[in-house]
C-alpha cells in the first residue's frame, strides 16, 4: 500500500511532497526510498533497523533525514504539522494510535488499515468530527460506496451496501477440506498483491467480515444494512442500492492505486498510473451469495457486527493472533476460526466508552487466543 501511494505522488511532484515515511524493518527498501523522496522524517518501528538506517544515510550523504524509532514516533509523524495528509497502512491493531492521533490532528487520513474503525466503531468517528479530520477510505471496497453515496445527502434514501467479495483462493472448496492447506497456498490470492496477513484473511473470508463491520462504522450503518456478495471478477469493488430500486456501482482494475489517487485527489480526479479497463474485454459479471455454513470466519463476523460494543475488538485481536499461529506453523488454517471463536465466548462484551477501554479488551483477548493456541500443542 505505502509504495503504491509513492508510485501515484510520484507522477505529480507539482502536488505532493513526502514529508515522512514510515516502515517496519526492510532498511533496504526504505533507504531506496529516501534516495528517491528525501524525506524530513523516516520512522522504523524496529530500533535496530533504525540505527542501520541512520548510518547507510549518512553514508551516502542523506544525513540530514532524522530517523526515530517506536510507537511513539509513528503518532508523532502522523500528527506532525509537517503533514496535511497521512497514508494509513499499518497492518494490525498497531496502527490504531497512530491513525488516531492523525485523527485528532485534524489530518486528511487515507484510511486503509481496518482496525482503527473495527476495533473502535463510532468512537474513531466521533474523533473525527470533533476534530474536522477528513477520512477517505483507501480499501477498494469502502472507496466504490463512497464513490456511490452522494456526498451532500451522504445516507439519504440507501437501503443497503453491497460489499463485493473475490472468494479468495478458495473460493467453492469445502471448509473442511483445507486442513492441509499451507500459508504459501494461503497467501495466493487470484486477483490482489497483498501482504501475507491481509492474503490470508481474504483467504478465510475474515477480511471480509472486517470491511462489513468496517463499513457500518464508517458510513454510520446498522450492520444489517452491509450484505456480502460474492464476485470472483474483482470487477465490480462495491454497489450502494437505494429506496427506488437504483443500484450504483464503481467498477475498475483490480488496482489500489485507483482509490489511492482517488483519495489523494478527493473532490479533484488525477491519473493514477493504473491500467485502464477495457469493458469490452469482460465477458462476465458473476455474483453469488456466500455460502455461510462453509465460511466460518466470516460468519464469527457477522456476529461480531451484530452484537457490536466490544464483540468487533475481540474478534480483530484474536484474529491476529491465530493467523500469526498459522503463519508460523503452530495451527491448521482450518484451526483459525476456532481460536477466534474461543476468544469471543471468553470475553465479556461490554460497551466501548474511551480508547483505552478498547486498549484493555485487546489486550484480554489477545491472552485469551494465545492460552487457547496451548490447546493444538
Request: one cysteine or more; proline letters at 5%; a negative charge.
Amino acid at each position: 500500500m505505502g509504495q503504491s501511494t509513492l508510485d501515484v505522488a510520484a507522477l505529480h511532484p507539482e502536488r505532493f511532497a513526502i514529508t515522512a515515511l514510515t516502515a517496519n524493518s526492510n532498511v533496504d527498501k526504505m533507504l531506496a526510498q529516501c534516495k528517491l523522496f528525501e524525506p524530513q522524517t523516516v520512522v522504523m518501528s524496529d530500533p535496530l533497523a533504525a540505527d542501520q538506517l541512520r548510518h547507510q544515510l549518512v553514508n551516502i550523504e542523506l544525513g540530514h533525514i532524522e530517523v526515530k524509532s517506536g510507537a511513539d514516533a509513528l503518532c508523532q509523524v502522523a500528527s506532525s504539522d509537517s503533514c496535511d495528509v497521512v497514508m494509513s497502512a499499518i497492518v494490525g491493531a498497531a496502527g490504531l494510535m497512530p491513525t488516531l492521533k492523525a485523527v485528532q490532528a485534524a489530518k486528511r487520513v487515507l484510511i486503509a488499515n481496518k482496525e482503527p474503525l473495527v476495533m473502535t466503531g463510532d468512537l474513531f468517528m466521533r474523533e473525527a468530527r470533533a476534530s474536522g479530520a477528513i477520512i477517505l477510505p483507501i480499501d477498494s471496497e469502502h472507496n466504490a460506496i463512497f464513490q456511490c453515496l452522494p456526498a451532500d445527502q451522504h445516507k439519504r434514501g440507501v437501503r443497503k451496501i453491497h460489499l463485493t467479495a473475490s472468494g479468495g483462493p478458495f473460493l467453492g472448496r469445502r471448509w473442511q477440506d483445507l486442513s492441509e492447506i499451507t500459508p504459501a497456498q494461503a497467501c495466493a490470492h487470484p486477483n490482489w498483491s497483498m501482504g501475507q496477513k491481509i492474503s490470508v484473511d481474504s483467504a478465510t473470508m475474515m477480511n471480509k467480515g472486517l470491511e462489513l463491520i468496517e463499513a457500518a462504522a464508517l458510513f454510520g450503518l446498522p450492520a444489517q444494512q452491509v450484505n456480502i456478495v460474492m464476485h470472483p471478477q474483482s470487477i465490480i469493488h462495491s454497489m450502494v442500492e437505494y429506496i427506488d430500486g437504483s443500484f450504483l456501482a464503481q467498477l475498475g482494475a483490480p488496482d489500489m492505486k485507483i482509490p489511492i489517487a482517488h483519495s489523494l485527489s478527493w473532490p479533484e480526479r488525477i491519473e493514477s498510473g493504473a491500467k485502464t479497463l477495457d469493458i469490452t474485454e469482460i465477458a462476465r459479471l458473476d455474483f453469488r451469495k456466500p455460502d455461510m455454513k462453509n465460511l466460518p470466519c466470516l460468519r464469527l463476523a457477522r456476529r461480531a457486527a451484530d452484537e457490536g460494543g466490544s464483540a468487533p475488538a475481540v474478534l480483530n485481536a484474536s484474529n491476529e493472533i491465530a493467523v500469526d499461529a498459522f503463519l508460523t506453523g503452530r495451527i491448521a488454517f482450518t484451526d483459525i476460526p476456532t481460536v477466534i471463536e474461543a476468544a469471543m465466548n471468553a470475553v465479556d462484551h461490554c460497551d466501548i466508552i474511551d480508547i483505552e477501554n478498547v486498549l484493555n479488551i485487546d489486550n484480554e483477548a489477545r491472552e485469551v487466543a494465545v492460552a487457547q493456541l496451548d490447546s493444538f500443542s
